[in-house]
């Protein structure tokens, strides 16, 4: 399947001089999710996992699909402030000015095996802060799997440590 051919560019969004990825025409067609779902599965390798953390927000969409289907746990990162339990934090740079991630302390569990899902890769801040978090909690990251990379980026760089793996590369 064309995965490319779902992907609709927006320019000038959320600010002037980015073209945004809206996978949004993807998400609207039943068989583009399973067909994706299953992509996205086979680029673990069949490895045993045990969580898949999904990043806000996007991430959402995907993780929990590619935890039933692993037979594993899902668990939230989330801003700061959205999580009701105990959580660790993680700050992390953005262009302009930092940001904190989330975490419950009780979703991972020393040398659990963790796939790490978000909808794309850009800059690799995100990931980096998420990868972070899970390692404090003493989880394993097996792999750091994306629908879309955006190469230009070079996310991968901040990622390095990690088995990175991308759907769709730009």
């Known amino acids: 399947m064309n995965f490319k051919s779902y992907i609709r560019d927006i320019d000038d969004f959320p600010k002037k001089g980015i073209v945004f990825k809206d996978i949004t025409p993807l998400l609207k067609d039943a068989k583009a999710i399973k067909k994706a779902t299953k992509a996205l599965l086979e680029l673990t390798k069949a490895q045993q996992i045990d969580k898949v953390v999904g990043m806000e927000s996007r991430g959402f969409f995907?993780?929990?699909?590619?935890?039933?289907?692993?037979n594993a746990g899902f668990v939230p990162v989330r801003k700061a402030g959205k999580l009701p339990y105990e959580t660790l934090s993680e700050v992390y740079a953005l262009e302009y000015g930092e940001d904190t991630l989330e975490i419950?302390?009780?979703?991972?569990?020393?040398?659990?095996?963790?796939?790490?899902?978000?909808?794309?890769?850009?800059?690799?801040?995100?990931?980096a802060a998420v990868c972070k978090l899970i390692e404090r909690l003493g989880g394993v990251i097996v792999?750091?799997?994306?629908?879309?990379?955006l190469n230009f980026l070079q996310g991968?760089?901040?990622?390095?440590?990690?088995?990175?793996?991308?759907?769709?590369?730009?």
Do not use: W
């Not at 901040?158 to 730009?170: C, F, G, I, R, S």
């Open 143 to 149: 792999q750091c799997n994306f629908l879309i990379e």
């Open 156 to 170: 991968s760089d901040k990622l390095k440590a990690y088995d990175v793996q991308a759907l769709m590369k730009y």
């Open 104 to 127: 419950h302390k009780d979703s991972i569990k020393r040398g659990e095996r963790i796939l790490i899902h978000d909808d794309v890769l850009a800059t690799g801040g995100t990931a």
């Open 62 to 70: 995907f993780a929990p699909l590619l935890a039933v289907e692993l």
